[in-house]
């Protein structure tokens, strides 16, 4: 069983800081992660993807990723409260299929 | 491009009367996949479909699901006879299918908000 793991919240921050949110996973021949955002009541939309060991950064958000810990992050700097949402953290192991994680809950708060 | 569409957006029913979602993906998306979002349960994958092929309907909670995709621009997901724990919130996603993150990225339509009652 492909397990993705994310601590649900919810994740408080003031506006204005990093935000780090975190994902693990259990199958060591994953490729492919990707972090999705979804608004209350709004479907998942992509932020990001990731499939190389180290940083990538896109704006305000840089993914991270370590495959020999199986975990990947995303941090959001300077944080806004309209970043407040759930963040989906999805990885792809050996089948096409992405598996999903249940979502970290962000509050910014001014 | 317009994006996934998904009808209706919202829908109403009563226990046992059967429950019709529709999807039309984006152009060219070789993958087309069913997602379930509850509080309890997160985001499950139902089935998907590539190249209109069923591959995988393990996630089917049941014999009262069925999808099915007659062409790469229409797919069904019903539900007959829908129950009260069916409630949900259903999304259908698509995607290109080629290697790679940006070919793996999966668009979301806005989901059908259904209640059975």
């Known amino acids: 069983q492909k397990e993705v793991e994310q601590n649900s919240g919810p994740l408080s921050v003031p506006e204005g800081a990093i935000a780090s949110l975190n994902c693990t996973y259990s199958?060591?021949?994953?490729?492919?992660f990707f972090w999705y955002r979804q608004y209350s009541g709004k479907s998942p939309e992509l932020i990001m993807f990731?499939?190389?060991?180290g940083d990538k950064e896109d704006g305000r958000f840089t993914a991270q990723l370590n495959k020999a810990s199986q975990y990947v992050s995303l941090l959001i700097r300077d944080s806004q409260p309209s970043d407040s949402a759930t963040y989906l953290c999805?990885?792809?192991?050996?089948?096409?299929?992405?598996?999903f994680g249940r979502g970290t809950s962000l509050i910014v708060h001014p | 491009d317009a994006g996934v569409i998904q009808s209706p957006r919202h829908e109403v029913t009563e226990m046992g009367q059967e429950v019709t979602l529709r999807c039309k993906p984006i152009?060219?998306?070789?993958?087309l996949f069913w997602y379930r979002q509850t509080m309890m349960r997160g985001l499950e994958l139902l089935i998907y479909?590539?190249?209109?092929?069923?591959?995988?309907d393990s996630g089917m909670p049941e014999d009262r699901f069925s999808a099915k995709m007659p062409n790469a621009s229409f797919s069904t997901l019903k539900i007959q006879p829908s129950e009260p724990r069916d409630s949900a919130v259903y999304f259908c996603?698509?995607?290109?299918?080629?290697?790679?993150?940006?070919?793996?990225?999966?668009?979301f339509g806005p989901g059908t908000r259904l209640l059975v009652l």
């Open positions: 199958d060591r021949g994953s490729q492919s």
């Open positions: 479909f590539n190249n209109n092929v069923p591959i995988d």
């Open positions: 996603a698509s995607s290109l299918g080629t290697s790679g993150g940006a070919g793996e990225t999966q668009y």
């Open positions: 999805a990885v792809r192991g050996g089948s096409y299929i992405p598996t």
């Open positions: 152009s060219g998306h070789d993958y």
């Open positions: 990731i499939y190389s060991n």
